[in-house]
């Protein structure tokens, strides 16, 4: 027993002192792993920051970026409505050469429909002053309404048939056969005529025309007055004064011949009849003039 109990006690005192030096070194260790994790802590902490700074760097990277990107769309999407726009105003231009094509045309094609009192065409729409050499047709009014009248022409100095006269108050005289006075279609009878047109007539059927003097409401038997444009003075022959007019016609003057002025109060002589003045000659049964209406030129 006595050897037991020191057996004992010496494992005692060896596992007392075993106990004591584990827990001392326990201890130590314990502070170094506290120390250990404050460290890794802090490079942890460490690591958050850049990694958040990084983060914040590439984001703000990847807005600078993205701000580029659609500086670049807007610059390519400039020129791509330009593009659009010029397209457009060539597109507008196109159309209005080809308008200007088609009016142009439409202009030739009316010209091609126009055609001269004799026969010929006129061309290039151009169109000689009526009063430069009118053409004499005559025949019977059918018809008459507030803008034109329908007449029978039965002269072959233009296209025998149904007319048209299309009545322009401003360029139209519209005279009584009698006293050369004017008169309004309201007072146009229908019967014997005799007109004074222009180069110009369409080629549509019936005809039209705007003739420079239509002669209406000649009696019966009776001879209505000549339309004339003097290609100068009255020219003295044995035989009296003559007037010559510039279509050919030649008319000899009475001694005792009126001449009157058209709607005037002017005092008027044989004298004043000149070159291109319009007359409105009355013919005896022996073709000698004795009144004459003078237009002022």
Request: with cysteine; net charge negative.
């Amino acid at each position: 027993m006595g050897k037991t109990a020191k057996f004992v006690r010496i494992v005692y005192a060896s596992l007392i002192a075993i106990t004591g030096k584990i827990g001392y070194n326990g201890g130590a260790l314990s502070e170094k792993v506290k120390c250990l994790e404050l460290e890794e802590i802090k490079e942890r902490t460490i690591m958050r920051k850049k990694w958040t700074l990084l983060a914040v760097g590439m984001a703000a990277s990847l807005m600078m970026l993205s701000g580029c990107a659609a500086s670049t769309g807007a610059e390519t999407a400039a020129p791509a409505e330009t593009v659009a726009e010029t397209e457009e105003v060539n597109t507008e231009e196109v159309n209005t050469e080809e308008a200007d094509t088609e009016s142009a045309d439409a202009e030739k094609t009316d010209v091609k429909n126009i055609e001269s009192v004799d026969g010929e065409t006129a061309e290039d729409g151009a169109e000689a002053e009526i009063s430069s050499a009118p053409f004499r047709i005559w025949g019977t009014i059918t018809d008459v309404t507030e803008s034109d009248m329908t007449v029978d022409n039965q002269s072959p100095a233009s296209s025998s048939g149904e007319m048209i006269f299309n009545i322009d108050p401003e360029n139209t005289l519209v005279l009584e056969a009698v006293n050369g006075f004017p008169v309004s279609l309201e007072e146009v009878e229908k019967g014997s005529f005799e007109a004074y047109l222009g180069p110009v007539m369409t080629m549509s059927l019936p005809p039209q025309t705007t003739p420079y003097m239509v002669i209406v409401n000649i009696p019966a038997d009776f001879q209505a007055p000549q339309y004339v444009i003097a290609t100068g003075a009255l020219e003295e022959t044995g035989d009296g004064r003559v007037l010559k007019g510039i279509g050919g016609e030649e008319y000899k003057i009475s001694e005792d011949a009126e001449i009157i002025p058209y709607l005037t109060r002017n005092i008027v002589t044989l004298e004043d009849i000149e070159e291109g003045s319009g007359c409105l000659v009355w013919l005896d049964g022996e073709d000698t003039v004795t009144k004459i209406v003078l237009f002022a030129k």
